[in-house]
């Protein structure tokens, strides 16, 4: 079994990642928390039965398309009152007339999260609207096309590292207060595979998504006796749309479709295929749960097997 690049050994710290990964990709659980306990606060629980979320209030940022748009549907599906936004308006208003046309409670604000006024005005209407906040799922980020670093201009890679890295500290800065005044909850943030390995011609968005680790290592350990947990979501290839800077120009939808599916047979290595977005929702949904009221401060590697042969 490999350990990280130069450092020997398999360390404690892995191993223990690694099996609750395996266990949120399999969907399985560690037994529910005794009441109280890190995760969810004992008070002001929904009574509704109608879901594992009913009567919760989630936020989830970047979530009109993508793992974030499939969150947002599947929280709502499970009972949650859900507040979201992203940067393209008709997308957002798509999404939450799906989710109420299902009966589900969503509301969408449009909100830029490299925009400090934005991410907290944001913030505090989904609070005020649905009375508090328990779960958030700090989901944007973009890509760029592959590109070596010495011609990454510096307008695309502060782009990147303004949404990707940024974006997730301003998201905890102004949720954590909220979570706090609520007496706990959970925070998932969307990172990557990346964070353990990279790909030439990734290399910003590499370094963007290592910040993320330092960002919810330091957020757990300062909010853990707060009864707020923070995971970082990794995922391995996903099929979604910020796959399309990638697609090369003249292919039909057929033909990139096509591709796409070979890159995940070529790129994966135990279940040859990439995710779905609603596989890593469902992973979301999971870790968010007070079935894994002692994973924080972590990165969940959910990546069908990707790093397994690297």
Known sequence: MKGRTGTGPVSRRTLLGGAAAATAAAGLAFGAPAAGAAGFPTAGRGKGGGGRYEGRTVLVTGATSGIGRAAAVAFAAEGAKVGFCGRRER???EVEREIRAAGG?????????????EVKSFVDRVVDRYDGLDVALNNAGIQKPFTDLHEVTVEDFDD???TNTRGVFLALKYQIPHLRARGGGVVIVTGSSNQFMTRSGLGSYTSSKGGVTGLVQAAAIENGTHGIR???LAPGMTDTPMLDVHRPDGLTDGEWAAA?????????DALKRMATPEEMASAALGLASPDFAFQTGSVVLVDGGQLAGI
């Open 91 to 93: 997308l957002g208003k």
């Open 105 to 117: 409670e969503a509301t969408f604000i449009r909100a830029d999260v490299r925009r400090p006024a």
């Open 160 to 162: 990147v590292a303004l």
């Open 230 to 232: 923070v995971v970082a």
């Open 260 to 268: 796409k599916a070979e890159f995940g047979r070529q790129g994966i």
